[in-house]
Nanobody, 128 residues
Framework: QVQLVESGGGSVQAGGSLRLSCAASGRTDGILHMAWFRQSPGEERVGVAA????????YYADSVKGRFTISQDRGKNTVYLEIVSLKPEDTAKYYCAATTKFIISFSLWLAPERYSTWGQGTQVTVSS
């Protein structure tokens, strides 16, 4: 089993930056993809960035391209999400997810149903 723990959230002013971390533990050798999702109250969980675990390919939602960067440190079993130029609309709970199943289509890398393991989330609040 894989466990995920997110950290790095907080309250920041618009224009600021944050780096979220997702530490994986357990049977991490089977992870093929990891992704970040966000969810605001009353809204659906939306994928923002994904990465081929152990590889180089990444995929971003159009709404965050240029401001969000996903990266990984395999030695630390950690995936990061760096967010710059934060906007109030980025306010949400951010979740990390992992899957041990290969996702063929890039467009499905941000589909929540493709991921079987989730962290507890970390809150990001951006004030104007």
């Amino acid at each position: 089993q894989v466990q995920l723990v997110e950290s790095g959230g907080g309250s920041v002013q618009a224009g600021g930056s944050l780096r979220l971390s997702c530490a994986a533990s357990g049977r991490t050798d089977g992870i093929l993809h990891m992704a970040w999702f966000r969810q605001s109250p009353g809204e659906e969980r939306v994928g923002v960035a994904a990465i081929r675990y152990g590889g180089t390919n990444t995929y971003y939602a159009d709404s965050v391209k240029g401001r969000f960067t996903i990266s990984q440190d395999r030695g630390k079993n950690t995936v990061y999400l760096e967010i710059v130029s934060l906007k109030p609309e980025d306010t949400a709970k951010y979740y990390c997810a992992a899957t041990t199943k290969f996702i063929i289509s890039f467009s499905l890398w941000l589909a929540p149903e493709r991921y079987s393991t989730w962290g507890q989330g970390t809150q990001v609040t951006v004030s104007s």
